[in-house]
């Protein structure tokens, strides 16, 4: 079937939207739309373009018998900056406190929506990192990892704190808890990842960083390296940070039980934002 120009690039975009950081040959547009690989390329242009000047992406075109096009995810600084700022105003909610100075999150983490934006956002700022898959701790940290996932174009693996046997045998470790500085248990399957692996941790809320430096060393484990750490929220009031280099959405600065408030501000996403 012939496809004329207009239909040629809504089928495209769509494919593009759809197939995020997958290298795709010309080649398999042009048999698809019966087109010539130039025609093909004049409608990539149309695309690429679109596709910047309204904040959603780029196109990355890779030269040579191997190469092909490769569609990058990004978000606009100003679509960014008002998201974090509507995130901020839904949890600073005084609705949201719960019994200890714990906030309440599984409306956000439940929202598709939200979550989608919030893996979008860090999908752009890890966009460019040879990622080969997410990681998180069950199980609030869950949909932010699958949200992730599905903009880098990757599988999910889940850290559990304790064993399923439908996950067969598994790699535990022992880590010591920020908060609390107890030693807790945290495993993997030794089927959901393999050696070397290159990946992103992804976790809803760090206090001093206990659980995501325990899933570090679990990945010493495995040989595989850490591209990044994203979190979408971050303690502020926190004596001794165990982890360094991470991205934050939100930070928490104040909770005022008594006085049922909380104030919070965005965190430090911006600072690596390119």
Same mark, same amino acid.
């Given at each position: 079937?012939?496809f004329r120009r207009s239909g040629r690039l809504i089928d495209?975009?769509?494919?593009?939207?759809?197939?995020?950081?997958?290298?795709?040959?010309?080649?398999?547009?042009?048999?698809?739309?019966?087109? =010539?690989?130039?025609?093909?390329?004049?409608?990539?242009?149309?695309?690429?373009?679109?596709?910047?000047? *309204?904040?959603?992406?780029?196109?990355?075109?890779?030269?040579? =018998?191997?190469?092909?096009?490769?569609?990058? +995810?990004?978000?606009?600084?100003?679509? =960014?900056?008002?998201?974090?700022? $509507?995130?901020?105003?839904?949890? &600073?909610?005084?609705?949201?406190?719960?019994? @200890? @100075?714990?906030?309440?999150?599984? $409306? /956000?983490?439940?929202? +598709?929506?939200?979550?989608?934006?919030?893996?979008?956002?860090?999908?752009?700022?890890?966009?460019?990192?040879?990622?080969?898959?997410?990681?998180?701790?069950?199980?609030?940290?869950?949909?932010?990892?699958?949200?992730?996932?599905?903009? !880098?174009?990757?599988?999910?693996?889940?850290?559990?704190? $304790?064993?399923?046997?439908?996950?067969?045998?598994?790699?535990? /470790?022992?880590?010591?808890?920020?908060?609390?500085?107890?030693?807790?248990?945290?495993?993997?399957?030794?089927?959901?990842?393999?050696? @070397?692996?290159?990946?992103?941790?992804?976790?809803?809320?760090?206090?001093?960083?206990?659980?995501?430096?325990?899933?570090?060393?679990?990945?010493?484990?495995? *040989?595989?390296?850490?591209?990044?750490?994203?979190?979408?929220?971050?303690?502020?009031?926190? &004596?001794?940070?165990?982890?360094?280099?991470?991205?934050? !959405?939100?930070?928490?600065?104040?909770?005022?039980?008594?006085?049922? *408030?909380?104030?919070?501000?965005?965190?430090?996403?911006?600072?690596?934002?390119?």
């Amino acid at each position: 079937m012939k496809f004329r120009r207009s239909g040629r690039l809504i089928d495209m975009t769509h494919y593009f939207l759809q197939h995020p950081r997958r290298l795709i040959p010309l080649t398999y547009f042009a048999d698809k739309y019966k087109s =010539a690989k130039s025609s093909i390329s004049e409608d990539m242009v149309i695309v690429k373009q679109t596709f910047e000047q *309204q904040g959603i992406g780029t196109l990355i075109t890779l030269p040579g =018998a191997a190469g092909g096009v490769k569609f990058i +995810p990004k978000t606009s600084k100003e679509e =960014a900056k008002a998201f974090v700022d $509507d995130l901020c105003e839904m949890i &600073e909610s005084p609705e949201r406190l719960l019994p @200890g @100075g714990y906030l309440y999150l599984t $409306d /956000i983490l439940g929202n +598709p929506k939200v979550v989608n934006k919030i893996g979008r956002l860090f999908a752009s700022t890890f966009a460019n990192r040879d990622i080969d898959v997410v990681m998180t701790v069950a199980t609030k940290g869950i949909p932010l990892a699958y949200a992730v996932a599905q903009y !880098l174009n990757v599988p999910v693996v889940i850290v559990r704190k $304790d064993s399923k046997v439908t996950e067969g045998s598994t790699v535990s /470790i022992n880590y010591v808890s920020g908060s609390s500085k107890r030693i807790q248990t945290m495993l993997l399957a030794k089927r959901s990842l393999s050696i @070397g692996s290159r990946v992103l941790i992804i976790d809803d809320f760090m206090k001093a960083g206990g659980t995501v430096n325990g899933m570090i060393s679990l990945l010493e484990e495995f *040989q595989a390296t850490v591209e990044g750490i994203g979190v979408l929220v971050e303690s502020e009031d926190i &004596e001794e940070r165990l982890v360094d280099e991470y991205i934050s !959405l939100v930070k928490l600065c104040d909770v005022d039980i008594r006085g049922k *408030q909380v104030r919070v501000t965005e965190g430090n996403y911006f600072q690596y934002y390119s």
